[in-house]
């Protein structure tokens, strides 16, 4: 399965979204930031794979209540 971050939106939640990554998919705090900065300050479209779909449907839920604009493909 394939996360897609795509954007967020005003008032995103960026410290739970980080918390999000290191618990869910399993990131280390500076790989967690890094994808928060590049989404954030760089506009970069963000694929993250994973192999639990339950997992990523999870993420992408929980992503879009802290203002992150994301999907699953596959």
């Avoid at 971050?5 to 008032?11: N, V, Y």
């Avoid at 990554?21 to 479209?45: F, Q, Y």
């Amino acid at each position: 399965m394939k996360v897609i971050f795509e954007g967020w939106e005003p008032g995103m939640r960026k410290i739970p979204f980080i918390g999000l990554l290191k618990e869910k998919a399993g990131l280390s705090l500076s790989e967690a930031k890094d994808i928060k900065d590049r989404l954030v300050d760089n506009g970069e479209v963000i694929t993250l794979d994973l192999e639990d779909k339950i997992v990523a449907k999870e993420i992408v839920e929980r992503a879009k209540d802290l203002k992150v604009k994301a999907r699953i493909e596959g």
